[in-house]
């Protein structure tokens, strides 16, 4: 008798019951070898830095000042605790945390429909590449895109999104690892770049004041100021969405993890590349492992690098992501600036110009192309990733369609995200796409927490559930991001027709 057939927690909802393996030992950590186990929060990282921390969070803080800089302190923190609970369920089960979500009710189709279309609202929007194109055109042209030169920049965005795809569909054995090395390269030298910027460029004074923008302190005004009056909260909830990296991202970690083949995802496989990668056969259903002494011992040794790759990696990393952007951007454009348009990527390097050089100013507009064509990258492959493993895990038709070769149905789902973002790039500008899908992230940020606490206070054993503390900041996560999507959804603490989206969306869609 299987365990569904007894009615096993996991079973439920509708999907197969765990299988039952021992867990790996976990590799060792000890000196440089640290550095060959860690990674996926590099990939996380890397897609963060591109759309909040180089665009949006620049865009808030030259508008509205430094002190914008707690909100970041506190995101990143609450993220770092989010993506290392998904981590937990796949450390012990081997299946992303989707799947998790799969296996509570009311049914398995019902979450994976859910999640497929909340990951699809917000990041199908291809914002990066659109947003690259901007400084694409400065490098070629010399001069920030105008309105007149939207074509062009909507055919340099077509062309930068069909090369994420190319690099996809060529990327050799393992695209998980493909990711990690780009990001290992790019958030290496992004970040020791933007120091070096930092130092050349911005004085002591823009230094002190992120110093303290950190804990909410506005030095240009002497005082605390955790809100700017008269915010524009669709700017001010993507901040806040994707200081960090923002909802559905945040959740593919574990399916980079599982990848990985940290814990139990060795026992279960990967998605390989459709060139260049063998078939692999990728277990529909996770397997779980004995709690005992000698395997929570391995659990041990698994999550002390689940803590550095998240706490070392990401956290640190996000904060420094998120300040010297903010540092360098507004030591070069007044406050006040709204910079929001189809040159936003170019911003930076044309306000630099006069004062660093030709050679500069092209090492900047080079280094705006490479961040944000890296997280389009980074974002479109955890998209079709996190599609593949829904449908994977919640269909036995797609599981044996075409010999059950989980590659096609990868690649056919790539497929469907190409051509809805050769749409999507023609309807708006870049920023405009990359503000709605934070402040869907934002939406996704209140729920997924909360799912995330379940799953692993009812599916997991005892041991392995998260403590108090834990359960406490995950529920207080739904709470800071649900302050600021009412702040977006209604306008402000009072009702504001005049702002919030939900007054204005009737007014869009030409019912008012």
């Avoid at 569909?169 to 990711?179: A, D, P, Q, T």
Wanted: glycine share 12%.
């Amino acid at each position: 008798m299987t365990r569904s057939e007894t009615g096993a927690p996991e079973s439920r909802s509708g999907l197969d019951s765990w299988g039952r393996a021992e867990l790996p030992e976990a590799p060792s950590t000890k000196g440089l070898r640290l550095f060959r186990v860690v990674g996926p929060g590099f990939i996380v990282l890397g897609a963060s830095i591109g759309s909040g921390e180089w665009l949006i969070g620049p865009t808030a803080f030259v508008k509205y000042g430094l002190s914008l800089l707690w909100v970041t302190t506190v995101a990143v923190t609450l993220q770092a605790i989010l993506n290392t609970e998904a981590v937990r369920y796949t450390l012990y089960t081997g299946e992303p945390i989707f799947t998790g979500f799969m296996r509570t009710r009311p049914s398995a189709t019902f979450w994976a429909w859910t999640y497929a279309v909340i990951y699809f609202f917000q990041t199908g929007w291809p914002g990066w590449a659109g947003a690259s194109a901007g400084a694409f055109f400065f490098l070629f042209m010399g001069r920030p895109a105008a309105t007149g030169d939207a074509r062009a920049v909507y055919l340099i965005g077509i062309a930068v999104f069909m090369a994420c795809v190319v690099l996809l569909v060529f990327s050799g054995r393992k695209i998980e690892r493909m990711l990690e090395i780009l990001n290992w390269i790019m958030v290496s030298a992004i970040l020791g770049g933007l120091f070096l910027l930092c130092l050349l460029l911005a004085g002591p004074d823009h230094w002190l004041s992120a110093a303290v923008g950190l804990f909410g302190f506005d030095r240009e005004r002497g005082s605390f100021e955790l809100m700017p009056p008269g915010a524009d909260w669709f700017l001010i909830g993507a901040f806040a969405a994707y200081s960090g990296c923002g909802g559905v991202i945040n959740l593919t970690l574990s399916n980079w993890v599982r990848d990985k083949g940290y814990g139990m995802g060795q026992v279960v496989g990967f998605i390989p590349a459709a060139v260049g990668g063998q078939k692999v056969h990728l277990a529909h259903a996770g397997s779980v492992f004995e709690a005992t002494p000698e395997a929570l011992g391995r659990w041990r040794g698994w999550w002390r690098i689940v803590r550095v790759d998240q706490w070392g990696i990401f956290f640190v990393g996000a904060l420094l992501g998120m300040a010297l952007p903010g540092i360098l951007y507004t030591s070069a454009i007044a406050r006040g600036t709204d910079m929001r348009g189809l040159a936003v990527a170019s911003q930076l390097a044309h306000a630099l110009s006069p004062r660093s050089g030709a050679a500069l100013t092209v090492a900047i507009a080079f280094m705006s192309v490479w961040i944000l064509f890296k997280a389009q990258l980074d974002i479109m492959e955890g998209m079709a990733r996190a599609i593949t493993d829904l449908l994977w895990s919640g269909s036995r038709t797609i599981r044996n369609w075409r010999g059950g070769d989980v590659r096609i149905v990868y690649y056919s789902v790539l497929g469907a995200i190409v051509v809805w973002g050769l749409v999507a790039l023609s309807l708006t500008q870049p920023i405009i796409l990359l503000q709605l899908g934070a402040n869907i992230a934002g939406l996704v940020m209140v729920v997924s927490p909360l799912h995330v606490l379940y799953v692993n206070t009812r599916l997991l054993p005892p041991p392995l559930r998260p403590p108090l503390w834990r359960r406490f900041a995950l529920v207080f996560m739904a709470v800071f991001y649900g302050f600021f999507v009412y702040l977006w959804l209604l306008g402000g603490l009072t009702p504001d027709p005049s702002k919030g989206f939900l007054f204005a969306l009737p007014r869009h869609l030409g019912l008012s």
